[in-house]
Every structure is written in structure tokens, then in C-alpha cells.
């Protein structure tokens, strides 16, 4: 069986190292065979920061299984956070939701590092925050 964890590891720093917008990377896994954390902080050029987690599965499929991103600004207010936590089970793609500040939560569809970032680099990109 391949080393799904190192492989996604891999694939993931070498997406962050391709965007303009990433300062920085410290990624690191905990790898148990069937079971897998990744966790880390990916640095901005605007010295903001998403701090995120992923629990994976591997058996009987792959799969991951919960997933935080928190992203803050340089004084470490919350700008949001995607998680699926389920705290939120009345919206409608429950249990996946966004944290907007610390007041709001909206229903997501959003799970996936990549667009988490992507929404990130149009955040700096616009000079909000």
C-alpha cells in the first residue's frame, strides 16, 4: 500500500509553495497506518495565518474524517473558520459550516485545503485584512 499520508503531505507543501501568497509551512503528520493526523500552520505575506487540522481514515476506504481551518489575522482575530464539528446540525450542509469573525455561522460546502487557500489568497490579493 502506498504511503497515502507522505503523498498527500507532499502534494499539499508543493501547492503552498506555488502560491504567491505563502510566506511559510510547517506541516507535520501523525501517521498510525489506518488512521492519520495532519496538522500545521501555513504562513501569509500579509502575517496572517491559517492554522489547520485533518483526521484521515484509510480503512475500509479513504476518507477524511474531520477537518479544521482557522484562519486569523496578524493580532490573531478570527477572520473564519471551516470546520464539521457537529454543533450546527440545522444547516443545511450540517455538519460543514464557516465561522465569519466570531459572531457568524453559515451552512459550507467548503472541506478541502485548496479552496481554503484559494479563498485566502483573494482575501490578500483584495487588502482585506
Known amino acids: ?35 492519520w493526523f495532519l496538522r500545521g500552520d501555513v504562513y501569509f505575506i500579509n502575517n496572517s495565518r491559517l492554522h489547520f487540522i485533518e483526521l484521515y481514515i484509510q480503512e475500509p476506504q479513504f476518507y477524511k474524517k474531520t477537518y479544521v481551518y482557522h484562519y486569523q489575522d496578524e493580532s490573531e482575530n478570527l477572520i473564519f473558520r471551516y470546520d464539521n464539528a457537529p454543533h450546527y446540525p440545522n444547516l443545511e450542509n450540517a455538519p460543514h459550516h464557516k465561522h465569519i469573525g466570531g459572531e457568524k455561522v453559515i451552512s459550507t460546502s467548503i472541506s478541502d485545503m485548496e479552496e481554503v487557500i484559494k479563498e485566502i489568497e483573494i482575501i490578500i490579493s483584495k487588502g482585506n485584512r
Open 1 to 35: 500500500m502506498p504511503n497515502l499520508s507522505k503523498t498527500y503531505r507532499d502534494e499539499l507543501q508543493s501547492f503552498l509553495s506555488a502560491s504567491p501568497f505563502v510566506h511559510d509551512a510547517e506541516i507535520s503528520i501523525d501517521d498510525r497506518g489506518a488512521l
